[in-house]
Nanobody
């Protein structure tokens, strides 16, 4: 499985960005796609997850501001980020987990929120 992220960039506080994660080489249709982030000096943290069936989960810090979605036909996951804050600044990583619990990572995309 290969994951390619896009959509990161620089935005002012209060602004919005939409991240995309395109997956290829998927064998098992049932899977979970996730977004993690890692700020300098911090551990990587889970931001949001979405199951093939559409069940979602969010970190408390992003609830109400971020929305994860996916297009199963395109094997693509999205992270719509609204009301961005400087503390959302991090490298955002896409993660894919299949039914065998095999985990795959994208290369990461930088999100910078200026105050």
């Amino acid at each position: 499985v290969q994951l390619v992220e896009s959509g990161g960039g620089l935005v002012q506080a209060g602004g919005s960005l939409r991240l995309s994660c395109a997956a290829s080489g998927i064998v098992f249709r049932i899977n979970v796609m996730c977004w993690y982030r890692q700020a300098p000096g911090n551990q990587r943290e889970l931001v949001a997850t979405i199951h093939t069936g559409g069940i979602t989960n969010y970190a408390d810090s992003v609830k109400g501001r971020f929305t994860i979605s996916r297009d199963n036909d395109k094997n693509t996951a999205y992270l719509q980020m609204n009301s961005l804050k400087p503390e959302d600044t991090a490298v955002y990583y896409c993660n894919f987990v299949d039914v065998r619990a095999m985990s795959y990572w994208g290369q990461g995309t930088q999100v910078t929120v200026s105050s």
